[in-house]
């Protein structure tokens, strides 16, 4: 089992940033593959970005592209995602995912863990 608690969420405008870090416990963190996915309003839980399990390896979905940047300290059991430059489509729930493999993936289904959410909302 693995448990992951995501945090860092809030509400800012149009433009500015924030960080959203996700802390991992139970399950050995470090050997997986993790993942950042975004569930807006009346839609489907998208991929946003995925990371190697030792950070040399990641992707990102187009729309965040040049942005957004997933990183991850494996000393510390915890990923992140640093987001920038945010638009108001940004506003979604934000989920942190803990990998079956440890390749990265932007597949849901190579998913086995997840956290509980944090809500991001940006006002234009």
């Known amino acids: 089992q693995v448990q992951l608690v995501e945090s860092g969420g809030g509400l800012v405008q149009a433009g500015g940033s924030l960080r959203l870090s996700c802390a991992a416990s139970?399950?050995?963190?470090?050997?997986?593959?993790m993942g950042w996915f975004r569930q807006a309003p009346g839609k489907e839980r998208e991929f946003v970005a995925t990371?190697?399990?030792?950070?040399?390896?990641?992707y990102y979905a187009d729309s965040v592209k040049g942005r957004f940047t997933i990183s991850r300290d494996n000393a510390k059991n915890a990923g992140y995602l640093q987001m920038n430059s945010l638009k108001p489509e940004d506003t979604a729930i934000y989920y942190c995912?803990?990998?079956?493999?440890?390749?990265?993936?932007?597949?849901?289904?190579?998913?086995?863990?997840w956290g509980q959410g944090t809500q991001v909302t940006v006002s234009s």
């Open positions: 990371i190697d399990w030792n950070g040399g390896d990641t």
């Open positions: 995912a803990s990998a079956r493999i440890s390749q990265t993936s932007d597949s849901q289904y190579e998913y086995k863990y």
């Open positions: 139970g399950r050995t963190f470090s050997s997986y593959a």
